[in-house]
């Protein structure tokens, strides 16, 4: 397949905000593409590299060579170019990048150029997001959509899921199965403002359980082998010692769990969010003695010991309740209540907010394990308003900030157009330690910069707590957050992982 019919696509599916006209684009585009090139063909769309990071930053691509007159590059050439830039380490690295980066460029047209620059810098916003792809997938392959949901939520990542689909129908689709060793996308939560209103749209007896302010974290084991997950499903097992001595001693022989990991002081109380992450990161801090990371697990998504098991993703929230508290002590266990009381329940949040955590989440008895969706299964009350939105720009500060990128840009993903929504500014809540670490991560994210304000890969997730919505005529989408300011920054989500701008509409009242 030619880069250009993939061009072609993506200016078809960014000129149109029907959610069908989009799914009929890229489903066309699929079943035109060779078996080998589909999972490339869905990374482009969906504006991913298969290789994640190659090492291009902004400064590459700032001297693009003429472009070819006509189109004559397929996507395998594209892979294989960008697998080789990627590959590229040592002295002369860069110089050789940009080397490499030039000669693809140069075998490309304009509108070619364009398009990989943006998908390179990370700018490619058309509205290819995972549900659309999905459905695209499954009309291209002519297999139900719930199919591919599940492939999807199965392997983590959706281009092996058309690969399959396409080569494969159905068959193929079902060969996905839980393996242990392998993480699957986690199941999300839903918000509510209240512990009423999150009851009544269970209207049912439910798990409450504490919600933590930690690290997501999946752990697999396999006869006293284990293993560590984020959310985005890289693994951290060799940074937590600690955690995979915790887990080891439980009597079973094989598991997948789902947990929280979380750094807390001697009584109790949760360190900063910053404490905790520090201890996933790649790069950890020198001259520091590593705080040791609590692990509370709630659910477990797959059992063998004694009792026999298997895989429990579609079993009922009570049985994997029931299967979590058999094998797992209560001191590795989050705390939980099952009622039916919304009074109890207000009780359960009290206590854990007034221990220092986020809040709680509500849990449906009935719901099975619905991995990487936003269902209705779980629904997390917080005592405050708060969103993960993308940093869009950041703008220079002055006075005692000078020199320092300090007032964001804030914006809420926009499935229809797979773009973001600006809903504001702000500054506040800023420690000088977080804002020479924005300066150093949004210099490394810039992608251009006009007078005061520097323009970012929206790739950055920061949390922001807020007082209200208000309609405002200044950003696009009418409305405005009242005193935004700075929780943290949420490293461990992506872009595609930021609330949605309904749910920014739903989770406040729009006041005027």
């Known amino acids: 397949m030619l880069v250009a019919d993939i061009t ?37 769309l969906s504006g991913e590299l298969p290789q994640r990071q190659i090492g291009v930053g902004y400064a590459s691509l700032r001297d693009v060579p003429p472009p070819a007159a006509q189109p004559s590059l397929t996507v395998p050439e594209v892979d294989a170019a960008f697998t080789e830039i990627g590959a590229v380490s040592g002295p002369g690295s860069v110089a050789r990048r940009r080397e490499l980066l030039a000669g693809l460029l140069g075998r490309a047209t304009p509108t070619e150029q364009d398009f990989l620059i943006r998908l390179l810098a990370g700018e490619l916003r058309q509205g290819a997001l995972d549900g659309v792809m999905a459905e695209a997938i499954a009309a291209a392959s002519e297999v139900p959509s719930a199919e ?63 919600k933590l302010d930690g690290i997501r974290a999946q752990v697999h084991v396999v006869d006293g ?9 890289d693994e951290i097992t060799s940074r937590l010692p600690e955690v995979v001595a915790a887990v080891r001693e439980l009597p079973v022989r094989a598991a997948v769990f789902d947990g929280e ?45 004694g009792a026999g098991g298997g895989d429990l993703l579609d079993a009922p929230g009570a049985e994997r309740g029931a299967a979590l508290v058999r ?48 269902g209705a299964g779980w629904i997390k009350v917080k005592p405050r308003y708060t969103l993960d939105l993308v940093v869009l720009a950041v703008e220079w500060g002055h006075g005692r900030r000078q020199g320092m990128l300090s007032n964001l840009h804030l914006g809420a993903r926009d499935p ?19 804002l020479a670490w924005q300066t150093e991560k949004l210099r490394e994210l810039a992608v251009r910069e006009d007078g005061w304000t520097v323009h970012v890969r929206p790739e950055l997730v920061v949390e922001i707590a807020f007082d209200g919505v208000q309609h405002s005529p200044r950003y696009p989408g009418g409305i405005a957050l ?5 929780l943290r920054y949420r490293t461990d989500k992506s872009a595609a992982e930021a609330d949605t701008i309904e749910t920014v509409r739903s989770v406040a009242p729009v006041m005027d």
């Open 482 to 486: 009242r005193f935004a300011r700075v």
């Open 148 to 210: 591919v949901r599940r492939a999807f939520m199965l392997r983590g990542t959706l281009g092996p899921v058309a690969t399959a689909a396409l080569a494969g129908g159905t068959g193929a689709l079902r060969e996905f199965t839980l393996e242990v060793g392998r993480p699957i996308k986690p199941m999300l939560a839903a918000s509510a403002p209240s512990i009423e209103e999150a009851f009544g749209k269970l209207d049912a007896e439910a798990a409450v359980e504490w």
């Open 225 to 233: 082998e284990v293993r560590v997950f984020t959310r985005t499903l």
């Open 261 to 305: 990991l979380i750094a807390l002081r001697p009584d109790g109380h949760p360190h900063p969010f910053q404490v905790t992450a520090a201890r996933t990161a790649t790069r950890a801090a020198k001259n520091t003695e590593p705080v040791p990371l609590s692990v509370y697990l709630f659910d477990v998504l797959y059992l063998e010991d």
């Open 416 to 434: 229809e157009t797979g773009g973001f929504v600006m809903l504001g500014k702000t500054f506040k809540g800023l420690t000088d330690e977080l």
């Open 327 to 374: 094998v797992v002590p209560e001191e590795l266990r989050m705390p939980r209540v099952v009622t039916g009381d919304p009074g109890r329940a207000k009780e359960v949040f009290d206590e854990a907010v007034a221990q220092g955590h986020e809040g709680v989440v509500v849990k449906s008895l009935d719901s099975p394990y619905t991995a990487g969706r936003r």
């Open 8 to 44: 072609r696509t993506s200016q078809a599916v960014a000129g149109t905000s029907g959610r069908k006209a989009k799914v009929s684009a890229l489903a066309e585009c699929l079943r035109a593409a060779e078996p080998g090139e589909a999972a490339s063909v869905v990374a482009y």
